[in-house]
């Protein structure tokens, strides 16, 4: 396997991980009062978007050449990390 297939799965577990996290919250929302759970429901739209757009992100990396995916590898960190954090803030929201 080489090393931007390696990389690739990583992200793709990772961006499964988010997902399952989001479906975890969305369980959450359907518990919660009328209120709250409008709250809830525009940011787990939010990041389904946002998960959305990363998905794309990855297959663009996915498909890129052998000297293209190394450029794009930093971009797509930005974009990993920021994806990690917005899926822990609304996590944090949630408790």
């Known amino acids: 396997m080489s090393t931007r297939d390696a990389y690739v ?3 793709k ?3 499964d991980a988010w997902n399952a996290e989001v479906d975890a919250l ?3 929302t359907r518990k ?4 709250a759970k409008a709250v809830y429901q525009a940011q787990i ?3 389904r978007a946002r998960s959305e757009q990363a998905k794309l992100q990855l297959d663009l990396l996915r498909r ?8 794009m590898r930093a971009g797509m960190e930005k974009a990993w990390d ?14």
């Open 13 to 15: 577990s990772q961006l």
């Open 9 to 11: 799965e990583k992200l």
């Open 82 to 95: 920021d994806m990690g954090e917005a899926v822990k803030a609304a996590a944090s929201r949630f408790k």
């Open 26 to 28: 969305e369980g959450r």
């Open 32 to 35: 919660a009062q009328a209120e």
């Open 64 to 71: 890129a050449s052998e000297d293209a995916w190394s450029e």
């Open 45 to 47: 739209e939010a990041l």
